[in-house]
């Protein structure tokens, strides 16, 4: 298997525009989570899915934070507008089940300018 | 406010040494505790999990549980320089054990 496929790498874009990070879980895998890690707040939840549907987005810091997954393999967590302060990467991971492993993918590194 | 608390470090060992890495947490009701590695740059990678009081041994890394003091740990024996990478503790934090929340991660240098 590949493992978690995140996309693009690396993003540079200015203030204010529109941010979308994608990635494809391990197929099989019922579970998808997108954290962001910052040296000054460390890895923290955003979101996740079960099976497609959001379970708990109490992570997601403000509404200028939408995330969806309308298929198995396949989603995407989007920043509309964009400020510096959301400049982190952002990792996406997916699990087969409740308290399995995580697996991460390479994760985004954003940086808004 | 669930937390999780880890020693940011720098912790420095010798080569050859055991490195020990230490995590509170402050929900009674976690049930799950995982060990995470992290490298510079790349994503993190899961060491261990242990959801029992006592110890758990796999090769060269023990993990440690002990729920009364809401306390983990993660034993290193033999430091290899290839260890050196930032240790993140993690914690579920709801009763289906789905979701996690890490420590900020504990950062270990191994030197030869």
């Known amino acids: 298997d590949a493992g978690v496929i995140q996309s693009p790498r690396h993003e540079v874009t200015e203030m204010g525009q529109e941010v979308t990070l994608r990635c494809k879980p391990i197929s099989g895998h019922d579970y998808l989570f997108w954290y962001r890690q910052t040296m000054m707040r460390g890895l923290e939840l955003l979101i996740y899915?079960?099976?497609?549907?959001?379970?708990?987005d109490s992570g997601m810091p403000e509404d200028r934070f939408s995330a969806k997954m309308p298929n198995a393999s396949f989603s995407t967590l989007k920043i509309q507008p964009s400020e510096p302060r959301d400049s982190a990467v952002y990792f996406c991971?997916?699990?087969?089940?409740?308290?399995?492993?995580?697996?991460f993918g390479p994760g985004t590194r954003l940086t808004v300018l | 406010q669930k937390e999780v608390e880890q020693n940011s470090g720098p912790l420095s060992v010798p080569e050859g040494a055991i490195a020990s890495l230490n995590c509170t947490y402050s929900d009674r009701g976690s049930q799950s505790f995982f060990w995470y590695r992290q490298y510079s740059g790349k994503s993190p990678e899961l060491i261990m999990f242990?959801?029992?009081?006592g110890d758990k041994e796999d090769g060269r890394f023990t993990a440690q549980l002990n729920k009364a003091s809401q306390y983990v740990s993660l034993l290193i024996r033999d430091s290899q320089p290839s260890d050196s990478a930032t240790y993140l503790c993690?914690?579920?934090?709801?009763?289906?054990?789905?979701?996690?929340?890490f420590g900020k991660g504990t950062t270990l240098s191994v030197s030869s």
């Open positions: 899915f079960n099976n497609n549907v959001p379970i708990d």
């Open positions: 991971a997916s699990s087969p089940g409740t308290t399995d492993t995580q697996y």
């Open positions: 242990i959801y029992s009081n």
């Open positions: 993690a914690v579920t934090t709801n009763q289906a054990g789905t979701a996690l929340i």
